[in-house]
């Protein structure tokens, strides 16, 4: 991986792609959600360039010449640490004075052994730890930029106010739910089970590219059984063949949840705050919430 990226690198040498010209920071974002965050605090004063293209599965991302050049000419890389390796390397070789790792303002959950371990980076799914972000994100923009300090700080606390409001609208949503076990095809909503007092049940791992074994799809159809479960949720950007079988095996119905790694024409709002909105009103009816 490591020759490949060198490889890329050089090429990018020859490529102009960067974050962006002219005024303005140079912000280089590697998933939707940071983009999300990167461009309501950065407004106008900010070029944001996300790493991640719509329709593709953020855990899959190979980068090509150009956007391993932006990496390299941005004044502020915000990534999430472990999640993107292709993104790892280009940042350790080109941009580590500009980095902002997502992992170094938040805690990041840990994953069971079990469950394969390690850190999932689906902290977005948590609007606190979003807050969190936001907040961090801002202060670095402020060293990048003082002359825009005030305005940063004025639109985070706006967008902090955006994300009270959905985790607020989560907690009184989530709070009286005939069921509380979350069955998902793809284990990205480990945060938002954590914060709401679900448990959730993945068919494949925190990658969302990971194949269940046979053991791992029994024991889904087994807890389906057991516990009662009548909705199983598939995820955008990711097949929803294994899910939607066990489902029909079950003799359940199947729902999208949408892990907010990118926004699609599949997706079901048109930004962070609207596909959360709209993964609680799928939520309240699939768990029998009133």
Request: net charge negative; with cysteine.
């Amino acid at each position: 991986m490591v020759g490949a990226v060198g490889a890329v690198l050089a090429a990018a040498t020859a490529c102009s792609g960067g974050a962006g010209t002219g005024d303005g920071v140079r912000l280089v974002t590697s998933v939707y959600p940071l983009e999300w965050l990167a461009t309501q605090i950065g407004g106008e004063d900010v070029l944001v360039t996300n790493l991640t293209e719509p329709g593709v599965d953020p855990h899959d991302l190979e980068l090509s010449p150009r956007q391993v050049g932006s990496v390299s000419d941005a004044d502020v890389v915000f990534y999430i640490g472990g999640m993107q390796p292709a993104v790892d390397d280009a940042v350790g070789q080109q941009a580590a004075g500009s980095a902002l790792d997502v992992a170094g303002l938040v805690e990041l959950r840990q994953v069971p052994d079990d469950a394969g371990g390690g850190t999932d980076p689906h902290m977005w799914l948590d609007p606190e730890r979003m807050a969190t972000a936001a907040q961090g994100l801002a202060d670095r923009l402020a060293e990048a930029d003082p002359g825009n300090a005030a305005a940063y700080q004025a639109n985070t606390e706006a967008v902090v106010a955006e994300l009270t409001g959905i985790d607020d609208a989560y907690a009184t949503g989530l709070a009286e739910c005939g069921q509380r076990d979350l069955v998902v095809s793809h284990a990205a909503f480990g945060y938002l089970a954590d914060n709401y007092d679900l448990e959730q049940i993945g068919v494949t791992g925190i990658e969302s590219n990971s194949e269940p074994s046979p053991a791992r799809l029994a024991e889904v159809a087994r807890l389906v059984e057991e516990r009662g479960v009548e909705t199983i949720f598939t995820a955008t950007l990711v097949d929803p063949a294994i899910a939607e079988t066990i489902a029909s095996e079950a003799g359940v119905e199947t729902a999208v949840l949408d892990p907010l790694e990118g926004i699609t024409d599949a997706s079901p709002g048109t930004d962070y705050p609207s596909v959360m909105r709209a993964n609680l009103d799928a939520l309240t009816t699939a768990l029998d919430c009133s």
